[in-house]
């Protein structure tokens, strides 16, 4: 099974300018987007329904254009799930997940602590309840891998420039050490349990500085699975070439 996660940055422009279909070359058994910032009914038909896929979005109740996740799986699942059960958190439509026969894959598009301290703190809450959400899940039996955009780099090796960003939103010692915690608790970042010393390996450059020419990027998107399943992994890897969004794509084969 081949899994791509991607922030889109707005699903409406990459399929508008030519940057979704092509993603389907790669021939995901399961596509998972976030910051979509769309409801499904705004996409044109053939991408709502793509022919040989199930498709699932959320999106944000409280303003449009907004937040916004979704899953194309081929695979039609058990059960979907939207959100955690938890309203002030599910609101903004940062979560969808489907049961599938041997795996519970979720997409999410997790908050920016940026833009005051009500965000930051709105940001931590939103880690703890997932966390607690998927060890749940795993309580119940079931196999989770969750992926998508977590906005935390975990260690100076994942963002080009640390020692100037250790006082900024998305490597605060406090979100990373969030990180920390689903490790600790027997969740394995695929990226790094591969290539645990890789350097320059980004997946999100600021698009006004240019960032992307340069290689000055942050690895803000990760596969996060139980440690029981990682021997399953067969590989994962970024396409770092692939244009469209702020963020690449992210792949993993399971």
């Known amino acids: 099974m081949k899994i791509i996660s991607w922030n889109t940055n707005g699903l409406r422009a990459t399929v508008k300018q030519g940057y ?63 959100g955690m059960g938890i309203k002030k958190l599910d609101q903004e439509g940062r979560l969808v997940g489907v049961k599938l026969k041997d795996f519970t894959i979720i997409s999410g598009y997790f908050p920016n602590g940026g833009q005051g301290p009500h965000r930051l703190k709105y940001k931590l809450e939103f880690y703890e309840a997932f966390l607690k ?43 990373r050490a969030w990180i920390d915690k689903v490790i600790k608790n027997n969740f394995v970042d695929v990226f790094r349990h591969f290539y645990p010393d890789k350097t320059e390996a980004y997946t999100y450059w600021d698009q006004k500085t240019r960032a992307r020419d340069r290689n000055v990027g942050w690895r803000l998107d990760y596969f996060f699975v139980d440690s029981k399943i990682v021997s399953k992994i067969k590989k994962t890897g970024m396409l770092s070439d692939y244009y469209g969004s702020d963020h690449c794509p992210i792949w993993m084969e399971i």
């Open 20 to 82: 979704f279909t092509p993603l389907f070359e790669n021939n995901p058994d399961v596509l998972c987007l976030q910051e979509t910032k769309v409801e499904k009914e705004q996409l044109p038909e053939e991408i709502q329904n793509l022919p040989g896929y199930h498709s699932y979005f959320s999106h944000s109740k409280l303003r449009k254009g907004y937040s916004g996740v979704a899953i194309y799986t081929k695979e039609k699942p058990k059960e979907v799930f939207y």
């Open 133 to 175: 959400f998927i060890m749940k899940l795993r309580k119940n039996g079931e196999h989770v891998i969750f992926c998508g955009d977590v906005n935390t780099a975990h260690e100076a090796i994942d963002l080009a420039r640390p020692k100037e960003n250790v006082e900024n939103t998305g490597f605060l010692p406090i979100e």
